[in-house]
C-alpha cells in the first residue's frame, strides 16, 4: 500500500496510486486503479474537490514508457476542449463584452458573410451554427494546424442545411470561439486560457497546446495506435465518400473526417500539439480541469473570489436544445452553451464535456462538486471502454461524497 494518503481522514491508496483521497471515495480509488493502470506506457490522473476543497487527487501509472506520472502531469484533453474555450467566451459576457443574443457579426463583421448574418453567439455556443462541416474550409493537415487561417475560411462559409438544428461542430467549435474572442478582445485563445481561466484561478494545469518552457505542467505521450486506422486507404475513401449521405453518418463523417487527419496525432509530440485548436489541444492536468469546474459548481465563486457571477453562471446552466444532435447519431446531449449533460447515474443534474478517450471535466451545481479526469490511452481497441469513463467516475464520485456528508455531520454534534 501507498503511504501518500497516511493523514487522518485519508485512506489507503493501492501500491500502485499516488496522492491522497479521503477515506470515503475507497471504492473510486480502486476502480481508477483497476481501469487506469497497469498499462505499459500510460498513465492517468483523477480529481475531486467539494465546495472547492480537494478531496480525491490521485494518479497511476506513466506519462510516457520510464517516465511516471506526477501531480504535474498533463495531457490532451481533446473535446474536453471545448468547455473551457466556452468558459472564456462567458468570462467575456460577464464582463459585457458579449450579448448572447447578439448576432456574432456584431463583434466580428467578416462572420456575415455568405447568410450568417443572423447567426448569434447562442446558436455558435450551442452547435447550432452550422458550420460543422471541414471538407467546406479545409484541404488537408496544412490548413487544419492553421487556426488563423481556419477563422478566417469559417467567417467567409456559408452554413449548411443544419442551420438552427444541434449538430456538433467536432473541430470547427474552437476555431468559431476563438474568432469571436479574437474580434473582441484582439488576443488569441491560447492567450486568453492563461488570462481567463488559468491566471484568475491561480491553477498552472489549463494549456492550449503544449505547454510553455518553464512550465511546471509536462505533457503525457498518447499510447495506442490513436487515429491509425483511420488513415489506412481504404477507411479513407469509404469515409470521404460518406460526406454526402444524408443523416447522421454524412453529418459525423463532415464534422470529423478529413484526409490526412490521422497524422494529427502521430510521434511523441504530434502536430496537434503546435496549433490552437481551441476544440481539442487542451493540455490539462486532472487537478486543473476540477479546479474551473469547481468555480461553475459553486455559484461562481473561487476560494473566496468571484470568478464568474450568478447571473452568467445561470445561463451557463441553461438547456438551450433538447433536440437530438445530428452529427453524433442522434444521442440527447441536451446542449447547453458550450457544455452537454449526461445519462449517468448521479450526474444529471450536472454539466461538463468528455473528450475522445474518456478525458472530462465536470461541475455538479447542486452538490457544489467538480471533477476532473485525464489520460493518455487512444487506441481503437481501449476506446469504447475508456471512452465512458464518466459512467464509472461519476456515480463513484457522487458515492464518495454522500460519505463525506453523512461522516461529517456525525462528527461534527460529536465535537461540538
Known sequence: MSNDAS??????????????????????????????????????????????????????????????????????????????????????????????????????????????????????????????????????????????????????????????????????????????????????????????IAEPLGTEGIHLGLPPAGSPTSAAVLQGNKLALVGTSYISLMLGRAYGLPGALGAACRALFLPGLDQLLEGDEPPILATELAAGNGVCTAAGLATVYGALANGGMHRGHRFLSPRTIAAMQHVETYQLDRALFYIPMMWRMGYHSLPVPGARAGFGHIGLGGSFGWADPRQGLSVGFVHNRLGIGAVSLDQIASAWVLPLVVRGANATRRTTAHVEPAAA
Open 7 to 196: 493523514s487522518a481522514g485519508r485512506g489507503e491508496l493501492p501500491a500502485t496510486v499516488r496522492g491522497f483521497a479521503s477515506a470515503e471515495f475507497g471504492p473510486l480509488v480502486r476502480t481508477f486503479a483497476r481501469l487506469t493502470g497497469g498499462h505499459p506506457g500510460a498513465g492517468g490522473a483523477l480529481s475531486v474537490h467539494l465546495r472547492g476543497e480537494p478531496l480525491v487527487e490521485i494518479w497511476t501509472g506513466e506519462a510516457a514508457p520510464g517516465r511516471p506520472w506526477d501531480a504535474d502531469t498533463g495531457s490532451i484533453v481533446f473535446s474536453a476542449t471545448k468547455g473551457l474555450a466556452a468558459t472564456v467566451i462567458h468570462r467575456l459576457a460577464d464582463r459585457g463584452l458579449i450579448d448572447y443574443d447578439a448576432p456574432v457579426a456584431a463583434y466580428w463583421p467578416e462572420f456575415a458573410a455568405n447568410g450568417k448574418e443572423r447567426i448569434t453567439v447562442r446558436q455558435l455556443l450551442s452547435h447550432r451554427a452550422g458550420l460543422y462541416g471541414l471538407p467546406a474550409i479545409a484541404r488537408g493537415l496544412d490548413d487544419i494546424l492553421d487556426h488563423r487561417l481556419m477563422e478566417t475560411q469559417l467567417a467567409a462559409a456559408k452554413p449548411d442545411h443544419l442551420l438552427g438544428i444541434p449538430t456538433y461542430h467536432a473541430l470547427t467549435y474552437g476555431w468559431l470561439l476563438a474568432g469571436l474572442a479574437r474580434a473582441v478582445t484582439g488576443r488569441g485563445m491560447g492567450e486568453l486560457f492563461r488570462t481567463e
